[in-house]
């Protein structure tokens, strides 16, 4: 099992940044792909970006390419979702999840096995 805590949420102006953070907790850490997903009012919980068990692989939503910038520090085991440049249609309860497929990087939420409880980020205009 891996438990997941999302921090780092809140009410900002749009251009502002936001940093997320995803602190893992239980089975080996740097052993999971990880992905950040958000899910806005009344719409189905949407992929963001999604990063390796090593890191060095990332996948992004075209929606938040140049601005939304995913890493990880499994030494911490520790995942982050620095979000720039931030807009009204960023705002959303932003979920990170942990899948216990070893390789590569998952963009569905099928793919995933482990949810945090999500963080609220507003962005007003």
């Known amino acids: 099992q891996v438990q997941l805590v999302e921090s780092g949420g809140g009410l900002v102006q749009a251009g502002d940044s936001l940093r997320l953070s995803c602190a893992a907790s239980?089975?080996?850490?740097?052993?999971?792909?990880m992905g950040w997903f958000r899910q806005a009012p009344g719409k189905e919980r949407e992929f963001v970006a999604a990063?390796?068990?090593?890191?060095?692989?990332?996948v992004l939503a075209d929606s938040v390419k140049g601005r939304f910038t995913i890493s990880r520090d499994n030494a911490k085991n520790m995942m982050y979702l620095q979000m720039n440049r931030l807009k009204p249609e960023d705002t959303a309860v932003y979920f990170c999840?942990?899948?216990?497929?070893?390789?590569?990087?998952?963009?569905?939420?099928?793919?995933?096995?482990?949810w945090g409880q999500g963080t609220q980020v507003t962005v007003s205009s």
């Open positions: 999840a942990a899948s216990a497929i070893g390789h590569g990087v998952r963009v569905s939420t099928a793919e995933y096995d482990y």
């Open positions: 239980g089975r080996t850490f740097s052993n999971y792909p």
């Open positions: 990063i390796s068990w090593s890191g060095g692989n990332v």
